[in-house]
């Protein structure tokens, strides 16, 4: 796919591949130099996959050249995306970074060892002379191959007037190196408790830090499982049958309109209408609903969902980025990438944390240099290196965002698609939910619901005799009627005479008989006494149900019933949301007997019936109003004014494209247990970084008095430089793991 040079409106957009990104800081610099360039309206740094998505009208590679400029390197990525390869990157990522540790770990464990042990020459012995030398050597060579990429990202960060993990880590480990050399020089000058070389300390301090982002690597890989699982589901290739020849062509190459064949086992290339042919597909990568669903023909399908049984032709009806999957790919990366209010917390204390901890470690260099006993010299570099070192804000800066990264993918799994990373936070807080009634507590079409005969006729032969007199009709309800006789697969009798009486009823005749069906304005017209039913039709009417009357040969012969049924786990839902201490409101336009007749039935007590689309919005604001956080779940059209002024808006996956497109949540199977579930992912994701922010506020606020010799004085405790490099590692790791037990939380 071609690249065009100039994103000319401000809905297009690009993803850019970013290397070199270390640690969550990273992602700050890497939005500045994009929002820099000229055109660009929005920047999104997704640090779970390394990409950047840019919107506005930009020239691609003064993007590029932005990212170079701050220390880092970008690529356009192009249509298809493997994700073994991405897989494979991490992986080979993963390896590099444990080389460069074992290599540091190695050189400078029997250092340390050794050095402890009082088995390596003294400074200014004539083994000392050339032994120690050589020493250093040896370790600037290791600090280059285990810390290069460290020193070069601080020295870019300096280029541009920035601090970051990387300037801390160069600052304590070239320090250790740097004295250790002074003292090889001038040992004679200084005290003789001052003259101990740190080389072993610089290298392990290097081991530690490669090897905790090693680790980090590896866990947070597993946070953008759901993104690689679901280009996963993407085949590579499609079926197509072109001037009458069945041909297996690249997935890019297919267009609209094409006909494509699906054979048994095979997953759907891209999002069609099933034109011959029958099956059943599993979509639960998609929806999470494990039961396979029925396609028939003039059914849709999507692409990445798996065929069982049938083979079946279908017609290409939206092809690359507009697909169902890809449009989820890309929710699913802006929601991973974007950060909820409780991340503007942490982004703000790392924001200014380096310079602070910098500006710590030279008062406790000089405070320790001025008061320590001797070697106060040797006292002052040693705290001030541990502060250096212990003090990375990385744990702070991974708090939020992989917590994040691993709820969004959760979500995917479960079915929920998070769109924003607002609504994440915002969605357990919910103290008011707002349901639309057609397509969100019902199933959103008419449905036989009740048959009633009262002559000698059994219940198929009604049903066929509605069924055939509606077979020539327009109206709404017959499709209902219709679709009852064909999935009880009964034949339809030939209808003679056949007359719509509007706002009534139909008229005609069947196999000699006249048959009327419609309702009592119908029966009144033609004379017909139903005043024994009179109860009945009330009671059905009351049960928010519309009732028919069938007269055959100007007798009453049956009652059918047509409603909207409720969804089997509305009921449910609503009493899962109830135990969670949410109001429930139902809101529809419909009248208000049906209205009050379905939410009775669901279990909900508050309903606003007949209201108009624009005024749902305005039920909403009210309830904003009156100190309520209020979620609104629709499907329509109708709905979206009122999902775009919600604190939070679902939209029922199967509903329509512009009720989606206004959520901040979008259900894909439609199930309003959906709902609960989406509240629990967000509390516990909330606990989880509050838990993420306070171990690392807590790491940091104790770690740094306690490296700066605080408690020396009193209990004679001072960090060693290793310690506080294996400590900084280990609660970066802390951080990831703990995001990562989201990963298997309960949402039921």
Known sequence: MSIQKKLEQTDNQLRLSILGMSCAGCVGAVEGSLKSVDGVIFVSVNFADHSATVKGSADYELLIKAVKEAGYDAAVMEAFEDPHQQEQQELERYRVLIKKAAVAAG??????????????????????????????????????????SIYRGAFKALKLKQTNMDTLITLGTGSAWIYSCVVLDYYQSLPSLSTHAYFEASVIILAFINLG??????????????????????????????????????????????????????????????????????????????????????????????????????????IGRDTALSQIIESVRQAQSSKPEIAKLADKISSIFVPIVVAIALLTFFIWYIFAPEPALGYAFVTSMTVLVIACPCALGLAT????????????????????????????????????????????????????????????????????????????????????AAEKKIKLQKVKSFNAIAGHGISGEIAEQKILFGNVALMDDKGINYSDYIKKLEHLSALGQTPMLLAINQQIAAIISVADPIKQDSIIAVQQLKKLGVKILMVTGDNEITAKAIAKQAGITEVRAQVLPEDKAIVIKKLQQQGEKVGMVGDGINDAPALAQADVGFAIGTGTDIAIESADIVILQGSL???????NLSKATLTNIKQNLIGAFFYNTLSIPVAAGLFYPLFGVLLNPMIAGAAMAISSLTVVSNANRLRWIKLK
Request: charged letters at 20%.
């Open 107 to 148: 050189f400078g464990v029997p250092l340390m060892i050794f050095s402890h042990l009082d088995w390596l020459p003294e400074i200014g012995s004539n083994t000392g002379q050339w032994f120690w030398p050589q020493i250093a050597l040896l370790t600037f060579a290791v600090l280059i191959y285990s810390g290069w």
């Open 673 to 679: 247990l959906k709902i609960a579930e989406t509240m």
């Open 401 to 484: 965002p992989i917590s994040v990264m691993v709820s969004v993918g959760r979500a995917a799994h479960a079915g929920i698609l998070i769109r924003k990373g607002d609504a994440l936070q915002t969605v357990g807080k919910l103290s008011c939910i707002v349901l639309d009634k057609t397509g969100t507590v019902t199933i959103g079409k008419p449905t036989v619901t009740h048959i009633e005969t009262f002559i000698d006729l059994d219940k198929n032969k009604v049903l066929q005799l509605a069924a055939s007199i509606e077979s020539g009709s327009e109206h709404p309800l017959a499709a209902a009627i219709l679709a009852k």
């Open 213 to 318: 982002a090693g680790l980090e690597t590896r866990a947070r890989g597993r946070t953008s499982e759901a993104i690689r699982n679901l280009i996963g589901l993407q085949p590579r290739t499609a079926r197509v049958i072109r001037e009458g020849v069945e041909q297996d062509i690249a997935i890019e190459e297919v267009g609209l309109g094409e006909t494509l064949r699906v054979r048994p086992g095979e997953k759907i290339a891209v999002d069609g209408e099933l034109i011959e042919g029958h099956s059943t597909i599993d979509e639960s990568m998609l929806t999470g609903e494990p039961i396979p669903v029925e396609k028939v023909i003039g059914t849709s399908v999507v692409a990445g969902t798996m065929n069982q049984q049938g083979s079946f032709l279908f017609t290409a009806t939206r």
